[in-house]
Structure formats: C-alpha cells, structure tokens
C-alpha cells in the first residue's frame, strides 16, 4: 500500500518535471474555475457537458447528432431550460427538433410548458424551444418522479429529420435559469445528499484524496453549495403569525376589561 | 511517518527524474500516461473517387490533406494519433485484392507532427472503398490502454466492398466492450453514403457529419480529436444474469452490459439499513429499430416483491432510453438482535426493453445497456407535507389571529366573571 503510494508520488512528480503539458491536461468537459460555459456539448448522459445556470453554453455540431449537456438545480426553484438551433441553410425539408430534460437519475422530466418539440419548414433559419420543469422540491416520495435537487441532464436532437438532411451544420444555444419559487415549495424531510450521479463515488474518491484528475460523471454544484433544506420562509410566516395571535390575543382581552374601571365596582379602598 | 514517506517520494522522483531526464524524456512521459492517454485513428479513404474536384475548387484528396497538416498542428500534446488509409495502394481492378487494401499510415502513438505530415504528403488517390475490413484493423490498432478510443472515418463513397456490411462491422467492434467510438465524415456526400456512414456512426454511438467545404472538415476533426482528449469515466462491463438469484452484484459505479431485444437483466445490489439505493439504466438504439419504445427497471427482494419501479417509453428517432428509481431502506428498528440491525438486504434489479428492431435488422449482439449505481446515505423520511410542519400564507395569519382573538376575549370573560363571583362571595 504505501509502496504504491510512494511509486504513485514519485510518478506524478516525474510527470510534473519531465512534461508540463501533460500535467496540464485538464478536463475540459468540466468548465474551469472561472465557470466560464462550454463551447462543446457532450454526445452522451456520460459526457454532457456542464454548464451553470445562468450561462449560455455553445455548441457546433450536425443535424442528427445527440447533444447532452448537464446543470444542477436546487431545491426551491423551478428551471427553465431554453435552446436556440440555428438550422442549416442547405436543408432541403423540414424537420423536428425536442428538447429532453432529464433528472439526475436519468429519468425523463416533464415540461410544465414550453414548446418542448418544433417543427422546422425547409426555410426556417433558426427554432427556439423551452422547458419548463416542475418546482425542484427537497424531498419527495421513493416511488414519485418529483424533481429533486441534483443534476439535471439537457438533450437536444431531431426526432424527425430526412436522410438527405443528415449531417448538415447547425449552431446550438442553451441555458437554463431557474425562478425561485420559495416557501410554498418547501416541503418536510431532505435528500442525505443530493441526486448527482456518481456522487457515491466522487465522494469516496474525495476521502482517498486523489480524485482531481479523474473523470466525474458530474462535478458543478450551485454556486453556493447545496441548500441544507431548513430554511424557508415558513418560519418568518409562522413567527408572524404567531406575534400577530398574541397581539389579537390581548386586543380581545382588553376589549373585554372595557375603558377602565367597570362603573359599578367601587375602587379599592374608597 | 508522512515526512519518511514523502522524503522517499521525493528522492525517488528526483533519482528517476534524473535518469530518465537526461536519456529520453519524451518517450518516458509517453510509457507513463499510455494506459490512460486517449487514442485517435484517423481513418482516410484514398480511392480513386477522391480525386474528384469540388470541395471549394480543390480536389476531395487536396482538401483532405490541406485539412489533416491543420489537424495535426492543432493536435492535443496528449492525444495519441494514428492515420490509416483505405484504397491507398492497389489500383487494379481485382475486387478481392482491392477489399483487402488498407494500411496503418501512421502508427498509433505519440504524434510527431512532422513525419506524420510527411506520410500524408505522399497519399494519391488509388483504388477501392473497403469501409468494413479498413473498421476492423483500426479497431485493431487502438488495441490496448485504458483511455477513450475513437475512429474517424472520413470517407468520399460507400463501401464497395459488399457483402461485408461495415455497418454490421461497427456494431461488432462497438460489442467487444472496449469502449470503441466511430465518428464518420462524408465528402460530398450522396444519399445512400449518408445512410450507411450515419449508420456506422450510430452503432457506437459517434456522429456523421456531412462536408462540402475543407474549413468544415477541419473544424469537425478538430472538434472530434478534443472530444477525444476530454476524459470521460469508463464503465465497467458486467454481464447480468437471467435470474436474480445469479445475478451479479454491483457496487457503487457505472457499468456497462448487453441486451438483446426481449431478454431480461438481472443484477445484485446489496443496501444497508438506512442507505439509499440509486440506480439508473440507460438502453441505447444503436440500429434501426421501431420508432415506439420502452425500458423498464425493476427493483425487487430477493422473495420477488416489487419495491419500486422506474418506466419510460418514447417515440421518435433516439439514441437512447433512460430511467432510473431510488429505494431508501428505513433504519432498522428495535430488531431483537444487534447484529442485524446491519445486515444488508440483497436488492434484485431487473432491465427489460421494449425495443423492436426495424425489418431486416440483426438482432444479435445485443442493444448496449449503461447501469449507474450510487449507494449513499439515506435521506431524512418527511413526517409532514410542509418543511417542519410550519404554516405559510394568509389563510395562516387570519386563522392564527382569529383564535387568538377569540382566546383574549374569552380569558377577559372569565376573568371578569370570576372577580363578580368572587366579589358576590
């Protein structure tokens, strides 16, 4: 074991001094720590290129191809997750574009609204679609599909695409932000850690101290951690609420006292 | 303890730093990162097609070669590159010898810019498209290691080496597990190119793309040569059994197996008390199937009661169908031993699909499955719909100020009429 530990050590420091360039080669699918968006998307859940929200990430690819990018959401906000096709000028017919979201357990998302699938005439220079997904709530039941705060994977293809149309250039833009919906989505209990695939891995690799270089299915994380889950504004609704009772409590207790001394009560010691 | 050990280290680096340093330092760097480095074969078609001239004015060949010295220049330092070439040497007509012609160009290794530019000087187009036989010796060629591999195939016609269907060959390659990825490029392509090249393309789960213009092709081999170099976690192959009773058990991680059309997975996962078990099954189409479809998993114990499920099903042309379930395994309580407050449940999970391969598709081997399976810590079980059981809203306040209205006039009430009581006694 700590002979493995030193030929490790010894092998990256020789890596380090002999090449440079070799040390430095790192990950580019996950964005730097500048959050700077990709200008990549990832062809599969496995390599999905991740973006925060609120950025915009770009894409070059060709008609037909399968694009997958990833985003975490929290709990308390509702994502919504937009994408731009700049169709190409070549195309000869129409053609069908979907955006899919899909949580971080793989399980396909419904969209509250949005136009989800747009149909594309031949002339069509560029087709928007939007999805917007349910409120992300801290916990929910093992047998619902509520989304829960993790890892949300985007994927953008043609469903519908005729065959002298494959392969053509298209230009692609997507973000995701999300509205914060607050106390009236806080619902009771909360995920032990959050749905990021992975994560039972990446976690145990952070405890063994040697994941930086290792590829992670997933590795952003809202800009502020994840919410413990807590918080809400119930408590200031409830406190309110609370003062408030008090209030009325000796407002109707001293309705009943009257103004002053009851007329038929002699005052004491007359 | 840690100084000992990091002062051995540290000699160590240093002594072997030294020696290799001085004796070959590129070669040394290129043994140590090899197991992991991703690999690329470049895959070009030189049949007599390519000397066609309509790419920007330029002969297919010209712009293929004007676009691999700007490749080459913008390779990533740790990308390990090879070219290979198909209908490079044999321009006869004999069909049998022409189908057998293709050659490493470059082998597959760390990239030296200037020989590699020099071999690809030399290519003038000759003889035949063998796609499938040219598939599997590239796929030979990336043998070995553990990084991404990735074929891009650029290519000016269809394989004209039937029956062998190169489609057929990449689904085989892909099937072999070794995390093989095609990507195909067509010059100037015609429609039935496009079909047979997208088709080879999907099979293991790479793009194809269309080229009319040699910025195009440069910018695409580019894009896909970093893609390459971008690391990605590798599944572990697993083959999961007909039953749950020889299923495999899985761990923590990503895998990787293969179903075919109507067959049952099963696999293990064991789950403590108080630990949740998240899993996720992925079924990728990777040949023509029937555009309706589904996948189903299952989490079941090991006496075949369903603990919970995940389905989807889709329409339309995909890649891919994916769902995912989690099982939360309550903490064991007031168990009249100890011990097994800790014994871990064996959780079967089964993977079925509910793809049908379009007509005259092979069905054989099977579609390829991706299973991620996270065991974590158990989440905290809700005893209430609202988070602590707090209020919220104004309903909230009217009620809350309401009663305690009530309550204040009621205690002054009793209040008053216990004083007249008292004062009357």
């Not at chain 2, 097609?49 to 990533?76: C, H, Y």
């Not at chain 2, 796929?139 to 489609?167: H, Y």
């Not at chain 2, 974590?376 to 059981?389: E, N, T």
Request: hydrophobic fraction near 40%.
């Amino acid at each position: 074991m700590r002979i493995t530990r030193v030929l490790s050590a010894a092998l990256l420091t020789l890596g380090l001094a002999v090449s440079p360039a070799v040390a430095d080669s790192t990950p580019s699918a996950s964005p730097s720590a500048d959050g700077d968006a990709p200008t990549e998307a990832g062809t599969s859940f496995r390599t999905a290129a991740e973006f925060e929200q609120g950025r915009t990430a770009t894409a070059s690819a060709s008609t037909g191809d399968y694009l997958y990018w990833s985003f975490p959401a929290d709990a308390g906000g509702r994502p919504t997750v937009r994408a731009t096709v700049k169709l190409p000028e070549a195309a000869q017919s129409s053609s069908t574009w979907q955006l899919d979201v899909y949580d971080g357990l793989r399980r396909r998302q419904a969209c509250q609204y949005g136009a989800q699938t747009r149909t594309a005439g031949a002339e069509a220079t560029s087709v928007e679609l939007s999805c917007t997904l349910r409120t992300v709530r801290a916990w929910s039941e093992q047998w619902s599909d509520d989304p829960l705060p993790g890892t949300y994977y985007i994927r953008l293809t043609t469903i519908r695409l005729a065959t002298a149309d494959l392969g053509l250039p298209v230009g692609v833009e997507v973000g995701a932000d999300s509205k914060d919906i607050g106390g009236s989505a806080a619902v009771d209990g909360s995920l032990a850690q959050p749905l990021v695939p992975g994560i039972a891995v990446t976690s145990q690799q952070d405890e063994d101290e040697e994941s930086s270089t290792k590829a992670v299915l997933s590795s952003l994380e809202p800009e502020d951690g994840w919410a413990s889950g807590w918080w809400s504004d119930r408590w200031v609704w409830t406190a309110i609420g609370a003062v408030l009772a008090a209030l009325a409590g000796i407002g109707g207790y001293s309705l009943t006292r009257g103004a002053g001394r009851p007329t038929r009560v002699p005052p004491p010691g007359a | 303890m840690i100084t000992r050990q990091r002062l051995a280290a540290g000699v160590f680096a240093l002594l072997a730093a030294l020696t290799v340093g001085i004796a070959v330092p590129s070669t040394a760097v290129a043994d140590e990162t090899t197991a992991t480095a991703p690999k690329v074969n470049l895959l070009l078609d030189v049949s007599g097609s390519m000397r066609a001239k309509d790419i920007d004015g330029q002969s297919r060949m010209a712009a293929a070669k004007q676009a691999f010295n700007e490749v080459l220049d913008a390779t990533p330092e740790e990308v390990l590159l090879g070219i290979r070439t198909l209908g490079a040497n044999y321009p006869g007509d004999d069909r049998k010898t022409g189908c057998k012609d293709t050659a490493q160009l470059y082998p597959v290794g760390p990239l030296d810019r200037t020989e590699a530019k020099a071999a690809v000087a030399t290519l003038a187009p000759t003889g035949w498209t063998p796609i499938g036989p040219a598939l599997l010796k590239a796929a030979d060629d990336l043998e070995g290691g553990e990084g991404t591999k990735r074929i891009v195939l650029i290519s000016d016609g269809e394989d004209t080496c039937a029956p062998l269907d190169p489609c057929e060959v990449a689904r085989e390659i892909a099937a072999k597990g070794i995390g093989l990825t095609i990507d195909t490029l067509g010059l100037v392509p015609n429609a039935k190119m496009r079909v047979q090249l997208s088709c080879i393309a999907e099979a293991t789960g790479g793009s194809y793309t269309s080229i009319e213009h040699r910025d195009e092709l440069t910018d695409r081999v580019n894009q896909l040569v970093d893609r390459a170099a971008d690391p990605v976690v590798v599944p572990k192959a697993v083959e999961g059994a007909e039953t749950c009773a020889k299923a495999p058990t899985l761990t923590s991680g990503l895998y990787t197996d293969r179903e075919e059309f109507g067959q049952q997975r099963w696999y293990r996962v064991d789950v403590k008390p108080g630990q949740e078990l998240r899993a996720s099954v992925s079924v990728a189409a990777d040949r023509e199937v029937n555009p309706d479809y589904g996948v189903l998993l299952r989490a079941v114990t090991v006496k075949n009661r369903e603990i919970v499920r995940g389905e989807a099903a889709g329409t339309g042309r995909t890649d891919v169908i994916s769902t995912g379930l989690r099982y939360p395994k309550p903490e064991a309580e007031n168990a009249e031993d100890p011990a097994e407050e800790d014994v871990a449940e064996s959780v079967c999970l089964q993977v079925t699909n509910s793809y049908s391969p379009a007509s005259g598709v092979k069905t054989t081997p099977g579609l390829p499955l991706e299973i991620t399976v996270d065991v974590v810590g158990g989440p905290d079980q809700a005893s209430d719909v609202a988070s602590f059981g707090l209020g919220r809203g104004w309903w909230l306040l009217g009620v809350l100020v309401l009663v305690g209205f009530l309550a204040g006039v009621l205690w002054g009430w009793l209040s008053r009429w216990r004083v007249a009581v008292w004062r009357t006694n």
